[in-house]
């Protein structure tokens, strides 16, 4: 404990360090009051939002805005489903991957073109989430001057939340887009276990034990997914100089560490934001239209097997698809051999960076397929007799994002500690991710 307060001692004693975590908390702080802030012309006596089903789900991403008709109740979802477009073209389009190679000039127009992406998927999510959550009982105005305004709030609503999350990645700490989910899925951790304390009473403890035995293991078990690498040997060549062409210096030997989850959150953030287009788009047609009704009522609940057949699928292509465009063999095997490195018994170029995708493909998969059995698991601890609320902490997205995030904001102060001589947070941990090898850049 002494070492624990002595750590974050050293993490305020940096000037730098601390404006930025300050930084942080202070546009979190804003983005969740603006979660209270409800739309103009509801009365929010009248709302009927569900706590259960997918809208109830996207309701805990959102931090509760999305039951409460907030001027966030879009959140920050309508700009990862545009980043994700942007991201399918870039691998299909020439023209967006010439952008890519533009450098920082095309890095700026592809950003350009996802905040105009943006706004065109906000201006369609908010008018189905207007006709299929808020009622027509609840709306005190004009219903089409209602609709119009509302449309535009919320339009404005999730721009400021992109430009809250740039601003956090610019100059605060951590990922911004990815703390603003970690941040609204927190803010209902509290109502949830307090709910299933309730439910088990005295009688119960014994189970709510068990649970939370149960989900230390989980929570274990996506630290170690997240933090695993697989160490590919890497042997450096003896330089050689002068007439005689002498060897001079030792040949040095050091690891290309290859995450087994290089992508980290994304799959999960990104799968889960295409889960909820289904029920939003076939819940305005649900009344009149037989097939639009029945994927409205598959979709709409995390228990459904359609519903995590699906989105177990979505999450093991977006695995694959992020690792792709993140980690290129053939940069990473041109690099090896201007250095002068190479993997022992592979010959460099060609044969090395084939090397290096068959040990990505291998690592990827099992990964891959863990991360959409934990995502996966709420739907199994609601069947077992968990609660709904605490069911989707259970494993599942919000333990994901909440383990992903947590860990790399953790890695991000670490590098700011070791930069002035301080012991890092992690060192305790003794996490593979932090041993002493050497990367080839």
Not at 113 to 128: H, Y
Not at 200 to 225: A, D, H, K, Q, S
Not at 248 to 274: D, E, T
Not at 401 to 428: A, F, N, P
Request: charged residues 15%.
């Amino acid at each position: 404990m002494k070492k624990f307060f002595t750590t974050i001692k050293n993490i305020f004693s940096i000037e730098e360090l601390k404006n930025r975590i300050l930084y942080t908390i202070g546009l979190l702080v804003i983005f969740r009051l603006g979660s209270f802030i409800v739309l103009p012309g509801v009365n929010p006596d009248q709302l009927t939002g569900s706590s259960e089903g997918i809208f109830g789900m996207l309701n805990v991403f959102l931090g509760g805005a999305f039951n409460r008709a907030s001027i966030f109740a879009l959140g920050i979802m309508p700009y990862i489903s545009a980043s994700i477009v942007i991201q399918l073209l870039s691998v299909a389009v020439p023209y967006f991957q010439r952008m890519q190679k533009e450098g920082e000039s095309g890095r700026k127009k592809i950003n350009q073109i996802t905040r105009i992406l943006t706004i065109i998927i906000c201006l369609a999510q908010s008018s189905g989430y207007l006709v299929t959550t808020i009622p027509s009982e609840a709306i005190t105005i004009n219903p089409l001057f209602f609709k119009l305004s509302s449309t535009l709030i919320l339009t404005s609503g999730t721009i400021f939340c992109m430009w809250l999350g740039e601003r956090i990645t610019e100059r605060g700490i951590g990922n911004g887009i990815s703390m603003l989910i970690m941040i609204g899925i927190i803010s209902g951790l509290p109502a949830g276990l307090y709910g299933e304390v309730e439910t088990r009473e005295f009688n119960g403890m014994l189970v709510l034990l068990i649970e939370f035995i149960v989900l230390f293991f989980i929570v274990m078990g996506v630290v170690g997914l997240t933090t695993a690498v697989r160490r590919v040997p890497v042997q450096y060549a003896r330089q050689v100089v002068g007439a005689g062409r002498k060897q001079v210096g030792k040949s040095q030997r050091s690891y290309l560490p290859l995450k087994v989850n290089a992508a980290n959150v994304m799959p999960i953030i990104f799968a889960q934001s295409l889960m909820f287009l289904p029920s939003l788009v076939a819940g305005i047609w649900a009344e009149t239209n037989d097939t639009a009704h029945y994927i409205n009522t598959k979709f709409s609940t995390f228990t459904s097997w359609e519903y995590n057949l699906t989105f177990a699928i979505l999450i093991i292509l977006f695995t694959f698809f992020y690792t792709a465009i993140t980690i290129n063999p053939n940069q990473m095997a041109d690099d090896m051999k201007r250095n002068g490195a190479f993997v022992p018994g592979v010959k460099p170029g060609k044969p090395t960076s084939d090397f290096i995708s068959t040990v990505l493909d291998r690592i990827t998969l099992p990964g891959a397929l863990f991360l959409a059995v934990v995502a996966i698991l709420p739907a199994f601890a609601n069947g077992a007799g968990v609660t709904y609320g605490f069911a989707q902490f259970f494993g599942g997205t919000s333990l994901i994002i909440m383990v992903g995030v947590t860990l790399d904001t953790l890695q991000q102060i670490e590098s700011y500690l070791l930069m002035r001589h301080y012991e890092g947070m992690m060192k305790s941990g003794k996490m593979k991710g932090r041993k002493n090898v050497a990367a080839v850049q």
